[in-house]
């Protein structure tokens, strides 16, 4: 058996560290320190824990390690580096998944429409080349985690303002505005 009791013993503490970096803050996760224990946690630590709760176990019960014993333990570790690998997947999806990344994907799409459209004077701008500018700063200032471009970028995707008369993507201005509601709301829960 490639798992014994102490292995799901040992998911369990796995899942349940995830649980609590999870509900944290799902920014928390990506911290370099975070990184470098799990890294060291699933090369090293959990393998060799596993092979040392296994053999005493077995030798508690006066089992005989033969070869094929020791080619479990030695399998052990890379069934670990997988089961870090999977966590690590499993981390980058979710924050691949958060609003946040979601709303930037949205804006570099507002970005791109927003480069083709050519118009006069429309609101507060003197071209659209202008929104387009400001919406790039914008864009740019978010990706730097500045909470202040979230408040700027509110009424410029309200309905019937900015981006509904000067672009006219509804959709992706709706789209947009239900995110950036989102991610406001998340942050003013954080702060």
């Known amino acids: 058996m490639l798992l014994g009791s102490y292995d799901l013993l040992i998911v369990a503490i796995i899942i349940a560290a995830n649980a609590m970096i999870l509900s944290f803050n799902k920014d928390n996760c990506y911290r370099h320190y975070t990184l470098i224990v799990a890294s060291i946690c699933y090369l090293f630590v959990f393998p060799h824990l596993s092979v040392k709760l296994e053999v005493n176990t077995l030798l508690n019960q006066n089992i005989v390690i033969d070869g094929s ?19 690590l997947g499993f981390f980058n999806w979710l924050k691949a998944t958060t609003p946040l990344n979601q709303l930037n994907k949205q804006l570099k799409i507002a970005l791109s429409i927003s480069a083709k459209v050519k118009s006069p004077a429309v609101f507060n701008y003197q071209s659209a080349e202008d929104f387009h500018l400001t919406l790039t700063n914008l864009q740019n200032e978010l990706e730097n985690k500045n909470l202040i471009a979230i408040e700027k970028l509110i009424p410029i995707f309200e309905p019937d303002s900015e981006w509904d008369n000067i672009i006219g993507d509804t959709r992706l201005g709706e789209a947009i505005r239900n995110l950036l509601a989102e991610v406001n709301s998340e942050f003013k829960r954080f702060t």
């Open 69 to 87: 014993n020791r080619l479990i333990f030695f399998f052990r570790y890379p069934i670990y580096w997988l089961l870090g690998l999977l966590n």
